[in-house]
Structure formats: structure tokens, C-alpha cells
Nanobody
Framework: EVQLVESGGGMVQPGGSLRLSCATS????????MSWVRQAPGKGPEWVSA????????YYADSVKGRFTISRDNAKNTLYLQMKSLKPEDTALYYC??????????WGQGTQVTVSS
């Protein structure tokens, strides 16, 4: 059974940082591109970042470029998203997804990120 379990969300003040993790199981992690998707209330999903299976190529949405860093540890079957200089508009439910930008097959349950003073 494919499982994606996100953690690391929380409430942070503007300018703060968070590191999200996505622990995976049930599939061969190092064979798949992975991505982070966020969805704010009343809005559609936004693919904020993606990384190829080998970790050698990354994608960032313009809205997070220069502030977020995606990485993966294929030995631990885990995906990460380091977020810094957080803004209120980053507030959303963040999902880990198997696959690259646009992937709809397997998502985790999400972790809430709230940026507020």
C-alpha cells in the first residue's frame, strides 16, 4: 500500500521558517519524481516544488522561488521542503505527491501551514 505521511507543519510568524517532511512507504521511492502541492481555502492546488528521482533537478513555482528548498533522502524514503521567509500568503494545506508537477495519483493527508502574526 502506497503511503505518504507529511509532518512539520504549524503556525509561524511572517518571516519565520518551517521544514516539512514526507515519509513514504509501499513503493520504490528512488524511482519516482516527487512534489509538494499546496491548497489554500477556496483555491485550487498549486504545485510549489518538485524534484526528480535522483535529486538532480528541481522545480519551484515563482511564488516560492528563492525561499523554499526541496530535497530528498532516497536512503530514508523521505521528501523534504525547507521553507523560509514565510509570508501570510503561504498559508495552506501542504501535500506531498508521488510524481512531478501535475501528479494526481497519490497524495498524503496534508500538513497545515499557517503564517500569521
Amino acid at each position: 500500500e502506497v503511503q505518504l505521511v507529511e509532518s512539520g507543519g504549524g503556525m509561524v510568524q511572517p518571516g519565520g521558517s518551517l521544514r516539512l517532511s514526507c515519509a513514504t512507504s509501499g513503493f520504490t521511492f528512488y524511482n519516482y519524481d516527487m512534489s509538494w502541492v499546496r491548497q489554500a481555502p477556496g483555491k485550487g492546488p498549486e504545485w510549489v516544488s518538485a524534484i526528480n528521482f535522483g535529486g538532480t533537478s528541481t522545480y519551484y513555482a515563482d511564488s516560492v522561488k528563492g525561499r523554499f528548498t526541496i530535497s530528498r533522502d532516497n536512503a530514508k524514503n523521505t521528501l523534504y521542503l525547507q521553507m523560509k521567509s514565510l509570508k501570510p500568503e503561504d498559508t495552506a494545506l501542504y501535500y506531498c505527491a508521488r510524481g512531478g508537477v501535475g501528479a494526481r495519483g497519490y497524495w498524503g493527508q496534508g500538513t497545515q501551514v499557517t503564517v500569521s502574526s
